[in-house]
């Protein structure tokens, strides 16, 4: 995981080997899987989870054995029901639970799924180990596998390009480094009267001063 360059793909891009480390004195029971979207708009982990979904079931395995538990649930907001259902079928015979979660913002947030899924409150200040829980996001979960299972370091990531007079909204597997320019390209190019190009989600991101930036893990 540390070899491969494997962080956290949710957006805060923590980096993974030190979530799997857990500090003395603290004991993991159990791995919470977050297919939540992080914000309004992005539709990433929910295009991961449709199309890979056995491949991210054999990452939250990987990721159980690295931290020594034995049960992991992953949580998905119910207006996602084809990743649900897909989840789910890729799951059975495991011991990861998939749970359809109301949707409700800020939920993709660690603490606040600990709370819908485990009615474990993380302290203010603390973390998720602090109640006996590591998060991982679904497409870190998949980039585990790879690296893992395909010796392939982290070279690329999901994102979602949008708005609303975009011609083409869609989902791209982009290796790291591409120019944002030319995903906006492929999504239609910029439509007329544009306010801003947002790089993140529309209540975190950051506006982008030029579209000649790559994309970043």
């Not at 497409?139 to 690296?147: I, N």
């Not at 529309?202 to 000649?212: E, V």
Request: aromatic content about 4%; some cysteine; proline content about 6%.
């Amino acid at each position: 995981i540390l070899g491969a360059g494997i962080v956290g793909l949710g957006g805060a891009t923590f980096p993974s080997h030190v979530k799997l480390m857990v500090p003395k004195g603290k004991k993991a029971e159990f791995l919470v899987v977050n297919g939540v979207e992080c914000e309004p708009y992005l539709t990433a982990d929910e295009a991961l989870m449709t199309s890979q979904s056995e491949e991210i079931i054999s990452g939250i395995q990987v990721l159980m054995k690295g931290l020594g538990v034995e049960k992991a649930i992953l949580g998905i907001e119910n207006n996602k029901p084809e990743a649900i259902e897909k989840m789910k079928k890729a799951a059975e015979g495991s011991s990861i639970a998939v749970q359809a979660l109301k949707v409700q913002y800020p939920q993709g947030g660690e603490k606040q799924l600990v709370q819908a899924l485990l009615k474990r409150e993380v302290p203010s200040g603390g973390l998720p180990i602090d109640v006996g829980v590591v998060v991982f996001n679904v497409g870190t979960a998949l980039a585990a596998y790879e690296a893992v299972m395909r010796n392939k370091p982290l070279i690329e990531r999901v994102v979602t390009v949008t708005g609303k007079s975009l011609a083409k909204p869609s989902n791209f597997m982009v290796r790291i480094g591409t120019p944002v320019a030319y995903l906006v390209e492929k999504a239609g190019g910029l439509p007329e009267q544009v306010g801003k190009v947002i790089n993140g989600g529309p209540m975190m991101g950051k506006a982008l001063s030029s579209l000649d930036v790559p994309v970043v893990k």
